[in-house]
C-alpha cells in the first residue's frame, strides 16, 4: 500500500511485523495535531507457546520528543501463542510533528517454563507522506 511504512523483527522465534498509515480525516495540521494508526502482526515461528504480557513503546517526534507508553498486554489482551500461531491488531499514535518513529519491546512469557524475554519492536516511521523527501 502506498505510504504504508513498517518493520520485521524476529526474537527468539517470536516475529513482530508493524505498519504505519497517516490518517488525514483524523489530523489537524495547523493545530500541530498529526493522527498515524498502525497494525501490528506477532507471530509465533518457535517451538513453545508464549503469552504476551506487556509492552513498551518509545515514541519519538521530529523536534526529538520522546514519549514512552507502557502497560499490560496489547488492546486490554494478553494472548497465548501456540506454535504456528499469530495475533493482529491496530492501534493509534498521535503527533505534534508530521514524521516520527516508534519502537519498542513486548514481554514475552514461555508459557511452560515461565521464562521472561523481550521481543524487540525494531523502528518504523510515522510520516505523512511527502514529507520525507
Known amino acids: ?8 523483527t524476529r526474537t527468539r522465534g517470536v516475529r513482530v511485523v508493524a505498519r504505519s498509515r497517516f490518517e488525514p480525516e483524523r489530523s489537524e495540521p495547523a493545530e500541530k495535531h498529526y493522527f ?4 501490528i502482526r506477532i507471530e509465533n515461528h518457535g517451538a513453545e507457546a508464549v503469552q504476551l504480557l506487556s509492552r513498551l ?4 517526534d521530529d523536534d526529538g520528543h520522546e514519549q514512552r507508553v507502557e502497560g499490560p ?5 494478553t494472548p497465548v501463542l501456540g ?5 493482529e491488531y491496530a492501534s493509534f499514535c498521535p503527533l505534534e510533528t508530521p514524521v516520527g518513529t516508534m519502537e519498542g519491546h513486548y514481554v514475552m512469557k514461555v508459557v511452560a517454563t515461565g521464562e521472561r524475554f523481550e521481543a ?5 516511521t510515522l510520516a505523512v507522506p511527502g514529507a520525507i523527501n
Open 83 to 87: 506454535p504456528g500461531e499469530a495475533f
Open 57 to 60: 513503546w518509545v515514541v519519538t
Open 120 to 124: 524487540r519492536i525494531d523502528p518504523f
Open 1 to 8: 500500500v502506498m505510504g504504508d511504512t513498517g518493520s520485521d
Open 36 to 39: 498515524f494508526s498502525y497494525r
Open 73 to 77: 498486554g496489547v488492546v486490554g489482551e
